[in-house]
């Protein structure tokens, strides 16, 4: 801007200088002829001083647009950041608290179910969770009317406490499926983790009870029905459930029929 100013200025003097020129003899036939004057304008030293301060004035005013230009860029670039990093901070948080919430959750059923079996005890009169020692029938009914009763139940309600038959929790369901056949299962996980011959895990068969924690403080039951399958009462999310082994290891497994 400043040099096309000047650029200007310069063309006007030149523009000056040139009419002068015109105006003086045409050739030297004429040099005897008398001379006409033309005064030539000069550039006072106020005419300068104001175009460099237009000039300056214009600069300054550019400057300005373009600072002006580059703070809104970097607002409106602050703005977009702040508003990603608010977003993935609320996602994680989002993301932490239902894992919090499913955690509390389980917490809750395990301690459900610890409270169930302690009062079940208590009524029962079955002492300090030692195990109570039942007999079990030798040939007593098959497993397979224990796996049919079992496949009966599923899709019903784990409810804590209950014995059926609309709901269930883990051990009323393998003490009605077992009776079923005549052989009668204490009413609580832990005694029933303790009934029967103890078996190992890769020698099940269908039939076995599978039990979760140590045998005589189990904390869970469920029957092995075969082909790496289970049939148990698992929570009060998921009901009396169909699931494979590796849904949930279980700990050991009792073998009564």
Known sequence: MNKALRAGMT??????IALT???APASAADKNAPAETVEMPTLSSDIATSSQQAVDSLEKSALQYELQDAQEAAIAEAKAQAKETKEKAEAKARAEAKKKAEEAREKAEAMEARADRSSDRADLGLGDGSGSSVEVPS???SVSSVISFLKAQIGKSYVLGASGPSAYDC???????FKQ???????????QSTTGTQVGLDSLQPGDILYWGGAGSAYHVGVYIGDGKFIGAQNSSTGVVERP???DQPTGAVRVL
């Open 11 to 16: 063309g006007g003097v030149m523009g000056t």
């Open 21 to 23: 020129a015109a105006a």
């Open 139 to 141: 040939g007593s009914g």
């Open 171 to 177: 051990s009323s369901l393998t003490q009605a499926a």
């Open 181 to 191: 056949v005549g052989v009668d299962l204490p009413r609580v996980s832990q005694d």
């Open 245 to 247: 082994l590796s849904y």
